[in-house]
């Protein structure tokens, strides 16, 4: 079975510029969240969908940052303008309906913003 | 709310000897816990979970934990340690209510000495 796909696996970008990432979640899963891991700060929550509808954005950061799920099988996570203090590493995690809750996590994408 | 906390951000052992990870948790509701493990450079790996059923959990590669409601822990342990075990371990928790989203710990690196 496929697991959580994200893309791009590396992304450079200079600040000022838009970074776009992605993720299909597994098949079958209703929720999807997007995670931002620092050295600094952890593992920090950013959005969370549930049946592609957003239900707890409290964990973005600022403006900057969007993110949707216009289907079942695509999210994006969108930082406008990037800054410097954005590198780091994001994950999209899904999960199923049922069961005890367990997400299933992405390889990630390592953001650099020079 | 939930949390949880991760005793030591650094375990040293050496190959072969037991391997224990600490990790409390603090819940108003019966919770799920959780087990992940990060190899660098790659996204979280679900090792274990209680779903309150049997409070020993038998995990892959080796690993099991033991839910004590007394004591609110949830410690990862490994008889023997091989250098493959050398990663970040994470613990998280989730509640049957609300939005039902993991909290994580801060982790813990285990390294491992030949």
């Known amino acids: 079975d496929a697991g959580v796909i994200q893309s791009p696996r590396h992304e450079v970008t200079e600040m000022g510029q838009e970074v776009t990432l992605r993720c299909k979640p597994i098949?079958?899963?209703?929720?999807l969240f997007w995670y931002r891991q620092t050295m600094m700060r952890g593992l920090e929550l950013l959005i969370y969908?549930?049946?592609?509808?957003?239900?707890?954005d409290s964990g973005m950061p600022e403006d900057r940052f969007s993110a949707k799920m216009p289907n079942a099988s695509f999210s994006t996570l969108k930082i406008q303008p990037s800054e410097p203090r954005d590198s780091a590493v994001y994950f999209c995690?899904?999960?199923?309906?049922?069961?005890?809750?367990?997400?299933?996590f992405g390889p990630g994408t390592r953001l650099t913003v020079t | 709310a939930q949390s949880v906390t991760q005793l030591g951000s650094h375990v040293s052992v050496s190959e072969g000897a037991l391997v224990l990870l600490r990790c409390n948790y603090s819940?108003?509701?019966?919770?799920?816990l959780f087990w992940y493990v990060q190899y660098p450079n790659q996204g979280l790996q679900l090792l274990l979970k209680?779903?309150?059923?049997?409070?020993l959990v038998k995990g892959i590669n080796g690993f099991e934990a033991e839910f004590k409601k007394s004591e609110t822990s949830f410690h990862l342990t490994k008889p023997s340690a091989h250098m493959s075990d050398a990663a970040e371990y994470f613990c998280?928790?989730?509640?049957?209510?609300?939005?039902?989203?993991?909290?994580f710990g801060s982790g813990t690196r285990l390294q491992v000495q030949p």
């Open positions: 969908f549930n049946n592609n509808v957003p239900i707890d």
């Open positions: 995690a899904s999960r199923g309906a049922g069961g005890a809750y367990e997400q299933y």
């Open positions: 209680y779903t309150s059923a049997a409070t």
């Open positions: 098949s079958g899963h209703n929720s």
């Open positions: 819940s108003s509701v019966p919770p799920y």
């Open positions: 998280a928790v989730s509640v049957n209510t609300g939005r039902r989203a993991l909290t």
